[in-house]
């Protein structure tokens, strides 16, 4: 049961460059979100999809747009890269809802380094 | 101020101590607790989860709510080296999108 995968690990790319990082779960959540880290910050919510067919920004969306493409898969892009974009990238994936068993499982990270 | 606030650390501690991880919360509306580890370069994996006041244990882990103080615990007893981790408590409330602290930094040296 392979969870939540991230593609590529590790990334670098020049300013000005564009991506895109890909996120897949086999859990048969419906929302799925992407998150930054960096140092110091913790984790903030780039975009999330509650569920197939929408998406909506989170606490850092600028510089970055999601697809997601069908109920397994939801994508991030940097269309232009800049070196503030330099960070670890964590797509995560829940089941619908407010109650229990909703909680949020990871997959292993993406880090990208803008030069 | 953030809503949830989480000491970043490091928290150095003997090999068999009892460690004490906590956040504190701003809104009094959230309702599910919970505490994920992350190892260096790994994701978070899910620990623990709580939706009530008091005490749930899991092994050597305990996660303590005390929601009339918006104030949550994790305790690990008989620490290990493999406990040296970062630790973040997550919080959510009528949403279903967790707000995270930023990770307590945890070494547990022999």
């Known amino acids: 049961n392979a969870g939540v995968t991230q593609t590529p690990k590790f990334q670098v790319l020049k300013t000005g460059q564009s991506m895109t990082l890909q996120c897949a779960q086999d859990m048969n959540h419906n929302s799925m979100y992407w998150y930054r880290q960096d140092p110091g910050m913790g984790l903030r919510l780039i975009y999330y999809s509650a569920s197939e067919g929408t998406t909506d920004k989170g606490e850092v969306p600028n510089g970055y747009n999601v697809s997601r493409l069908n109920k397994r898969e939801f994508s991030l892009r940097l269309e232009s890269a800049a070196p503030s974009q330099t960070s670890v990238y964590f797509c995560?994936?829940?089941?619908?809802?407010?109650?229990?068993?909703?909680?949020?499982?990871f997959g292993q990270g993406t880090r990208l380094t803008v030069v | 101020q953030k809503e949830v606030e989480q000491d970043p650390g490091p928290l150095s501690v003997p090999e068999g101590a009892i460690v004490s991880l906590n956040c504190t919360y701003s809104n009094s509306a959230f309702q599910y607790f919970m505490w994920y580890r992350q190892y260096s370069r790994k994701g978070p994996e899910l620990l623990m989860y709580?939706?009530?006041?008091g005490n749930k244990e899991d092994g050597r882990f305990t996660a303590q709510v005390d929601k009339s103080s918006k104030y949550i615990s994790l305790f690990i007893r008989d620490s290990q080296p493999s406990d040296s981790a970062t630790y973040l408590c997550?919080?959510?409330?009528?949403?279903?999108?967790?707000?995270f602290g930023r990770g307590t930094s945890l070494i547990v040296h022999p």
């Open positions: 709580t939706y009530s006041s």
């Open positions: 997550a919080i959510r409330g009528g949403s279903y999108i967790p707000t």
């Open positions: 995560a994936s829940s089941k619908m809802g407010t109650g229990g068993n909703t909680e949020a499982f």
